[in-house]
Structure formats: structure tokens, C-alpha cells
């Protein structure tokens, strides 16, 4: 079978480029391994920049309808320290961002693809990448009764997350070396939370994060470093051993767990490029940030936009080759190596404690800078613009 453009991934990277090409009227199809609904690990915060891009996919009023929490600061703590980080309101977009179960959102997105004309084959697992003269011209399929198959295609966009088949086939993955694991389990409670926030714990042995979903549902999960679970190897045991260090986290977890703790592979990882002869990646696929930023989902959705502007420029002029395709590796560089180096400079303050003290007690000072934070952090402003305004040694004057 010959397709236009095969999507491998149906996340919100792979929904919202097949959003944006179907509509392009390009023959799309997208596959996924999982059938939806179904969980992902994940922080489950969009950054309020989220916001325009899902009006634009033509999701935000189903969004609403699902009963997204609108959240409007991140409140981080370290030891004794609190620092409230409220989202402006004067930067082109809500002063607020969602908090919405990965549950609905995908299946939301997902559905939003076929709307715009995309083919889904959900329950479908990619094997391998096809080539010819080492262009990809395609991918290898197998369904979940074991039924084997393959798909041609003129383009193949690896949307499959940190550890998709496409990114796998390709070598084009850069991961960090320092190893960190995402213990996630979502709580219920006995009300409607009215909390209109996230929280940031931030301690010796990593963080944890606890965010209002929809319903009566809560989102708490620890970063900790590899060497913590090589200490304890049961993810409860680290996980519930993270709350207790924690005592202002007892409001979010005085009801009930509502499902085992799950332990994700978080590791922060870069591509040499997104681009070659035949595939392009996207989202998670190409960049995974630590997940304290808070900009995973926005990232995604952002690259699938910028991917599916290169890609059906490309489809219009007949040539869809790796020159073409280029243009997507310098529009990520232009709009998110910023990013990239405002999440390394976040580890670095996050995983030394004494410094995460000092930056915290600096930002309460200097409201303005905590100000340019918190619209960094919400991509409310551009971190390349912020870098350029001298944000880094602003940063490090606080700590002083």
C-alpha cells in the first residue's frame, strides 16, 4: 500500500502533524501499537502557549468539555523556601495553562485527526523502517493478532516518543548520561480540588510534582536519579519515601492512590538532526527536556506544527528529499535550542539544593525576574529572547 505520509504515533506530536497535513490535503496515515484510550506517563501540564496552538488544531472546546483544570502559577518549594511564579497575562496568550489527564488528551487529539481527514490504525506496532539506496521509503507493520505487513510512503514521521521505532532506525538520538526516573501515580480525592496551581517540591534526592487533572483526580509524580531506584529497586518504596520527605505535599495525597506506581525512563535526550531522506521526527522523538519545565506537550505540538509547514511546502513543489526537509532542522534550532539550554540550566540549579535555596530566595526578591520565569517556563516568551536580555546572568546574580 502507498501512502503520502505515514505518521508512526499517534501522542499529541503525531495528532497535531496529522492534523495540520490532512487538512493540507495530503493522504495521511497514522499508526499506533496502543488502542485509545489509554494512560501515559506523564506530568499532564500544558504551558498556557499550549493554548493558541490546541485553538488552532480545533481541540480546545472538547478540551473544555472534558474538564481540564485551567492552572495560572507554579508554586515551587525548596526546604524552607516558597516562590510563587504567576503566568503575566500580557503575553499574547491565557495566563493560564491546562492540566489534563494524558488519558483524554490523546484520545481528544487523536479523534481530531480523523476529523481532518487522517486514517488511524490504532493496535498496529512498527517493526522496522524500509529503505531504498538509504532513502526510507517506508515501514514494516504488525497488528496485535500478529499479522504482518508493510506501508510505502513517500515521507515517514517518527512521533513515537523517547523510545520511537523511527528515531530507533534512524541513530539519530543523543541521550544524557545522567539517567533520571519518573515515579508516577495519579490520587483521588473525596472533592472537586479548587486548587488552580502546580507545586514543584524540590529536594536532595530529586522532586516532586502534583498538579489538579480532571474530575477529582490528582497528578503526583518524583523525579529521582537512576542510582536511587539501584538503592531501592521496588518504585513504591522510593516513591512513597519522596512524599514523606515532603511534608507541605500531605493535601495532595490524604486520599487515595488510585493506581500502581509506574516508573518511566526520563533521561533528557537531543538529535544530531530531525531530518533525512524519507523521515523527519518530532516531538519527544526528537527533544526530550527534563520534565521541570513543564514544556513537554507544548514542545510537541509546536514541532508537529513546524514539521507539517516544511512537509507540505515540500509535497507542493514534488521534491520531498532531505534538502527539503532541512528547513525543519533550522526552524527547531531557531525556536527551541533556547529551550534546550533553559532546561540544562534548570537541572543545574534543581540538582544542587543549596543553590535551588539561594535562587528561590533571589527570585522573591527580584519579582521581574521571577516574573520572566514564570513566562519562559509558560512559553510565554521566548527563551532565545530572554538569553538575550542577559536571563542567565540575572539568574545567577539572584543566587549571589
Known sequence: ???????????????????????????????????????????????????????????????????????????????????DLVFPNDR???????????????????????????????????????????RVIGVTTRGQDGERGSIRARLVVGAGGRN???????????????????????WTTNGDPADSQC?????????????????????VNCVVSQAALQRSPDPTLVYDDMLRRSPALARWTTGQRAEPVVATDITSLTT??????????????????????????????????????????????????HTALAEYDRLRARDFAAKERMSVAIQGIINRPWLSRRVIRGLRRNRELATTLAAVTGDLTPANHAWRLGFGYQLARAAI
Open 1 to 83: 500500500m502507498n501512502r503520502d505520509i505515514v505518521i508512526v504515533g499517534g501522542g499529541p506530536a503525531g495528532a497535531a502533524t496529522a492534523i495540520h497535513l490532512a487538512r493540507a490535503g495530503l493522504d495521511v496515515c497514522v499508526l499506533d501499537r496502543a488502542r485509545f484510550p489509554r494512560d501515559k506517563a506523564c506530568g499532564e501540564f500544558l504551558s498556557p502557549a499550549a493554548t493558541p496552538l490546541l485553538e488552532d488544531l480545533g481541540v480546545r472546546d472538547a478540551i473544555d468539555a472534558a474538564g481540564a483544570k485551567r492552572l495560572d502559577q507554579v508554586t515551587i518549594f525548596g526546604d524552607d523556601q516558597r516562590l
Open 272 to 321: 544530531t538532526s530531525a531530518t533525512t531522506d524519507g523521515a523527519l521526527l518530532v516531538g519527544d522523538s526528537a527533544l526530550f527536556l527534563d520534565p521541570f519545565t513543564g514544556q513537554g506537550i507544548y514542545l510537541a505540538l509546536a514541532s508537529g506544527r513546524l514539521a507539517a509547514g516544511v512537509v507540505a511546502r515540500a509535497f507542493s513543489t514534488g521534491i520531498v528529499d
Open 164 to 186: 520511537c521505532p523511527v528515531a530507533r532506525g534512524l541513530g539519530l538520538q543523543r541521550r544524557s548520561r545522567r539517567r533520571r526516573i519518573d515515579l508516577l501515580a495519579h
Open 199 to 219: 507545586e514543584l517540591h524540590v529536594g536532595r534526592s530529586g522532586y516532586v510534582a502534583a498538579a489538579p487533572v480532571e474530575g477529582t483526580r490528582l497528578n
Open 92 to 134: 499574547g496568550a491565557p495566563p493560564w495553562g491546562y492540566a489534563l489527564s494524558r488519558r483524554t488528551l490523546d484520545a481528544i487529539l487523536l479523534d481530531g485527526a480523523r476529523s481532518a481527514g487522517a486514517e488511524v490504525r490504532e493496535g498496529t506496532s512498527v517493526d522496522d523502517l524500509v529503505f531504498d539506496r538509504g
